[in-house]
């Protein structure tokens, strides 16, 4: 019976056969991934339990009081995670609110005077600066800290182990580049980088606390394992969107839904308390600012736009137009995120050529931007100011609801007041109920194909984006935009129809459904919208799944990233273990030179080995000795073999041994891996993937269904899984029936027969 | 290498390698199960990839159109269970509402008229005959009805086939039992029973359709396995869940939390679909009956309980008062536990005796409730009708808020409005908001104490009685009794303390987080309260967690489920998969004498049994021949191996084979599931166990790590897993140091460590 053994403790930097030079050209094949625009390497983690004789006398030798440490410092760590998230977030927040605010308040003043050029110019100045400063520190000090970030955490949580995506200076450029890209009036969203920070705050906390704050307890090494990262990272995910949201339980949905690859209930519990923990200190935090403590503008910060009203009745006569609310968003969310894709390579060939190429995309996008927003309002028609309105109209000195912009007294610009605006204040003027006249149909219609655009051309530059805030406040336009064509046809106010709006788009950008639901469900605290709610996203992820992937599936795909399906493609019933598997396999024997183990390390790059016992040592070819009296611990501790964090683990190079050491034999056994799980070479690739995805493993051992040969064939690793892996060993395959069946975009005739198709791969 | 062959399709009745009579005396290992209090064996499903020659040739001959029907087929079926359990709910709902309203109402008008001899004799007459119709059909008709249903569908999803629990017999008793059971002022809930009624429904929509609705199309077989009926009947006790409590969302996490073992993202999405149409269907009959259609007291039968308030403040000084509620919660919670299950052991040994007994029990418990009711608000006080209230006080003629009992006129009995209501109703008057001055400190304490008490006592009895309810009505009045406690020290009013109270008992009972969570929001309509219940719900739960499982588990163990976990416990890292594995193992050569077959099949109950081809046939013992050239679908179809629908499939013993028939042989290659999961026998059972419960297998073989000895150890069946078995083969590990530590309940000294020794296996 052959075994594994794992050469993680020598961290070699690839697992897969083929050499990838570090810095090749940019491929979207699954060997490496474009992390930053970076060009990396890409690893598995490893979730297996790793059952050698060191990890068996590690896990006998762990007393009450150690596992009892293990179990308080998990919980320390997930209330820790939910507290700095929740700062995060609120100081994100108070900092948007305040620059964007001063801004605009310094600019409308100017406009008051009619100083319209001097306005534009502070106005657009001072975003190219916040701006630039985003993408500078982003392309400079952490390319990987660009984008949603989303992408790369639900890769990390399904075993992608992208270099550098959790490091410090990753964080902290997300931090910082989120709020002054966010202030810089681009079209980007908080809710993405935030799930970025805090997964990144939970990964650092599970691994380095010890290397940051001193705590090098004993209790810090059982952490080192990638297992216990995954729930960690999982809480901290959960926990961004609690805080960029203020929606705890859409946080948890949102981690379980679209995170999370592995799930237990105990992870349920844990991601709970995380954002319980960020929905109390924030909740405190609300509380503090609304006794105006939190400057000017820090009141509104907190997403909430509350949209309840005491009796929202709807009948079978508003059903059409809700719909048909659902089927356009799906529409126009596959549109989105096929454009967006598409724009994204086309960034990605400016952004290879040059540092400098990549702040001229950043320099470009800012400057159209702040024209469209300062031009655009010109457009539209001065409203008076209504009678009733609790808020002061025009809004002066402060940012608001009524924008004077270039209009006389007494009137005020509808247009400004979206588009000239921060992206939550508009959300919140169109999610507004009663005052269904205060916009003109071609003011909505403008600012929706403006946002609509924007967010596609800005998502790309290199600085902290998110996608949700672009798709909501897009979202809301087109729904309330089609709230105004029905209008009084209908008993639900243009306001509900905004949030229907912002949810159709959602759902078929997105492609969620429950936790997407429960998010506007916390944003808008309006439980009796929920059936109409629940009707727009099944109608808009359906019609949109026709089309295309969800955008982080997209994103990932673009990026390179191997992720796992749970569901195995058709033609892998086809096709058996024997067929995917390639040679030449590298073994090592149980006692083993040190020299060839170190050749080996410093030529293949392989990751894990199967460890053969041949007949001197043992009866027959086929066998595994047992490991004999050596008492291994005494030689090594199982820390030494505690994975490391992220990007700083030993490299073979770095190894010194001297010539004699070289010529000595190592006995592998108690290192080794002695119950590796296995599957016999003639198990379709469909079964053999339920067991690699579903246990979570790096390496699957795969033995030969005749005895008389080696007795291991190969190794399959996640990349010998991947479609394309696959289908350039099959090249018949592509042709083949049982393909997924997807329309492309352009052409739209075969839609009944994508969308069954779709359903297919999901049974 | 070995390869089993399955004897599904000729339905031997038990895995288990010992033989166990149909009706052995009860006992709670895991080879039998108490169902409906009759001792069936137990079986698992069938959720692996079955790969024989058969499967595979069914499969490659699908169609494009077969796929369409099937997909489309699935979605439907989700549809209709939709469609089907609302209207359930909502009937059982509307019967429940105008029986117990009429009997209220007439027993009211008596006692107006100062006839209370009457009143009681028509009160307690009345319970008592819809109390003795529904433990009647339950015990003659449909045992498995019994109870509230969730742990039975908890224990299927789970892999666990209880004979009889999915019958359309069972529906029905289900059905009318609860109707009657909950009418009869029987302290039981109706959200498990519809739980259970909408998982038959899905399950007999799954599998049955064909037989009673003659849809005999080919597409029907695509959902006889195990794998498409798990997803029909997640889906329907997501659906049980939304109707009872009118809480889609709810529902779907429900589903995900509690009852779910095995998930994926589109099972997700699928669940929301179907709560989606019951969201929208309930909401479509409430907006009927609020039109006044739906009988005199059909208005309030679907629950919600609207506690909105504008703006809802809590400081610090709240949190020590809501902690205290959510450690009291989880003590109270988990007493109850203790309490049920022991009640539960001793109505066992009643019921056991013979079915008057089981009756006869029924009637007592009517008959004790009935006397409670009418007899306990006599010792309540008479209290002026307050002067500002839109409700009429007392309540004349229908069933409300002030019931005037004993009381004079513009008095009204406050006790009686909570004990002598619906329950329903007593929910509603403990949540209401705006009368804080309404209750009395005894009142309270007497309605929690005999509610804590009544829900015990009613929950064993045979007829359909579900849990969630009486937690609910107990935990608000405890709630209650603590915000009145608390007083004017709190912002909160009493009403939302009575929420916070009902959300920690729940916490303390279930151990559900996110879903309890939803599900009370949904219930209560309050999303600014939401930071408070998930504190209540951590608090209580962890508590609770010191001392026993959850309600449900309690339930299952005691039934002797064999449900298999996701986590190890820690002494199965100790053991290896060779340490319990047990022979004589039964084999089938590749080529069979029919007659040994036959004889294996009557005389063993095995399920599974390894093929293995010897060296007359092969090169060498350890190798399974290929499967050679005979085409196996002329001579059969898939459909003949598809699993039968519960409860009839053929038995060996209805096979008639003729003496010449018996000499023949048969080729097992092509029905031989060639490539089965295989361990090695010396991985650790821990990891095994991973690989068993994540795969969700049924038979896992165990190959040897030396070659030479026969090419199969023996099998591993969820048996094999099970705490009982393993304790009962290795006695020492029971004093060994990593069992589960916990408190006993009489011994409450030990808490810290009780605590942390429940998280060291959930980590």
Redesign the interface.
């Known amino acids: ?1 052959p075994v594994t053994m794992h050469a993680s403790e020598l961290n070699a930097d690839q697992e897969d056969s083929v050499f990838v030079p570090l810095l090749s050209p940019p491929n979207s094949t699954s060997q490496v991934a474009i992390v930053g625009s970076n060009v990396c390497p890409i690893e598995s983690l490893d979730y297996e ?1 790793f ?1 050698n004789e060191l990890f ?1 006398q590690d ?2 030798s762990r007393g ?1 009081m150690q ?2 440490q ?3 410092m ?2 320390l760590l997930c209330f820790l995670i939910g507290l700095i998230v929740s700062l995060v977030g609120f100081c994100n927040n108070l900092a948007v609110e305040n620059i964007a605010g001063i801004k605009f308040v310094v600019t409308s003043n100017m406009m008051l005077e009619s100083r319209y050029g001097m306005a534009f110019l502070v106005f657009s100045v001072s975003n190219l600066i916040l701006a630039l400063f985003a993408s500078m520190i982003t392309a400079f000090i952490a390319p990987a800290a660009a984008g949603s970030g989303i992408p790369e955490v639900k890769a990390y949580l399904n075993g992608v182990d992208a270099p550098d995506i959790f490091s410090l200076r990753t964080l902290v450029v997300k931090i910082v580049g989120s709020i002054s890209a966010v202030s810089s009036s681009l079209l980007v969203g908080k809710a993405g980088p935030m799930v970025h920070t805090g997964a990144c705050i939970a990964s650092l906390l599970g691994q380095g606390g010890s290397k940051k704050f001193g705590l090098t307890w004993n209790w810090l090494r059982f952490f080192k394992n990638d297992r ?1 990262r995954r729930d960690l990272v999982t809480c901290g995910s959960a926990a961004g969107i609690a805080a960029a949201f203020h929606a ?2 859409g946080g ?2 949102f981690a ?2 679209e995170m999370a690859s592995w ?4 992870l ?2 844990r991601s ?2 995380t ?2 923990v960020v ?2 200190v924030l ?1 405190a935090f609300i ?1 503090l600012c609304y006794s105006g403590k939190c400057g000017l503008f820090g009141t509104g910060g907190l997403i909430m736009y509350d949209v ?1 009203s005491e009796t929202i ?1 709807y ?1 079978l006569m508003d059903v059409p137009a809700v719909l048909a609310l659902g089927v356009i968003g799906g529409l126009l969310g596959s549109l989105h995120n096929f454009l967006l894709d598409k724009v994204l390579k086309i960034y990605n060939l400016i952004n290879e050529k040059s540092v400098a190429y990549k702040i001229c995309l950043a320099w470009l996008i800012s400057i159209f931007t702040s024209c469209l927003l300062f031009g655009l309002p010109w457009l539209a028609k001065c409203q008076p100011c209504p009678a009733d309105t609790s808020e002061a109209c025009p809004t002066i000195g402060r940012s608001g609801n009524y924008k004077k912009f270039q209009c006389p007294a007494d009137q005020f610009n509808d247009l400004a007041s979206l588009i000239f605006n921060t992206n939550d204040d508009a959300i919140r003027n169109l999610f507004s109920k009663g005052t269904n006249d205060e916009f003109q149909y071609s003011s909505v219609l403008i600012f929706f194909v403006t946002c609509f655009f924007l967010s596609i051309l800005s998502y790309g530059i290199v600085a902290p984006a998110g996608l949700f805030v672009p798709v909501i406040v897009t979202g809301a336009s087109y729904g309330r935009f089609v709230g105004m064509l029905v209008g009084s046809k209908s008993n639900l106010n243009h306001g509900l129809y905004a949030v229907l709006g912002a949810a159709s788009l959602l759902g078929g950008s997105m492609r969620m ?2 936790s997407l ?2 998010i506007i ?2 944003l808008t ?1 309006n ?2 919208l ?2 109409l709610i ?2 727009v ?2 109608v808009s ?1 359906t019609v949109a799944d026709g089309f295309n992937g969800s955008i982080y599936d997209l994103i990932m795909k673009a990026k390179g990233f191997p992720y796992l399906e ?2 195995a493609e058709p033609y892998m ?2 096709l ?1 273990v024997g067929d995917v598997v390639r040679g030449p396999l590298q073994l090592f024997h149980g006692i083993e030179k040190v020299g060839n183990i170190v050749h080996v390390l410093r030529t293949t790059r392989h990751n894990g080995f199967p460890v053969i016992d041949e007949p001197p040592l043992s ?2 070819p ?3 000795g047992d490991t004999g009296g050596i008492d291994a611990s005494i030689q090594f501790s199982a820390g030494d073999f505690a994975k490391r964090g992220s990007g700083n683990g030993d490299k073979i190079e770095d190894i010194v041994l001297t010539e004699e050491e070289m010529e000595m034999f190592i006995d592998l056994h108690p290192f080794t891996n ?2 590796p ?4 070479e ?3 690739l ?2 053999a993937l ?2 690699f995805r ?2 979570g493993l790096r390496h699957l051992l795969v ?1 030969p ?4 040969r080696s007795p291991v064939v190969g190794i399959l690793t996640r990349h010998d899984f991947m479609a394309e892996n696959i289908l350039s060993l099959h090249p018949l395959l592509v042709r083949s ?1 049982w393909k997924r069946l997807r329309f492309r975009f352009p052409s739209l005739r075969k839609l009944f ?1 994508g969308t ?1 198709g779709y ?2 791969m ?2």
């Open positions: 019976m339990i059952e068996k896990w006998r009450k596992i009892f293990y179990t308080l998990k919980w216990d705890p339980v948890v949905l379980l839904e799930w237990r209930s105990a349920l519990w709970f308390f954002t319980a929905a109390i909740r509380d309840y009745s009948d459904t429950v639901c429960v469900l916390e605290n439980l009796l929920l059936p629940m009707v996203l099944l992820k749970t569901h019933r086809q058996s009866e027959s086929i066998l595994f002695a119950s799980y296995t599957v016999v003639t198990m379709s469909a079964k339920m067991l579903e246990v033995i269904k005749l005895s008389g029936r027969w069954s359903y297919l999901k049974h």
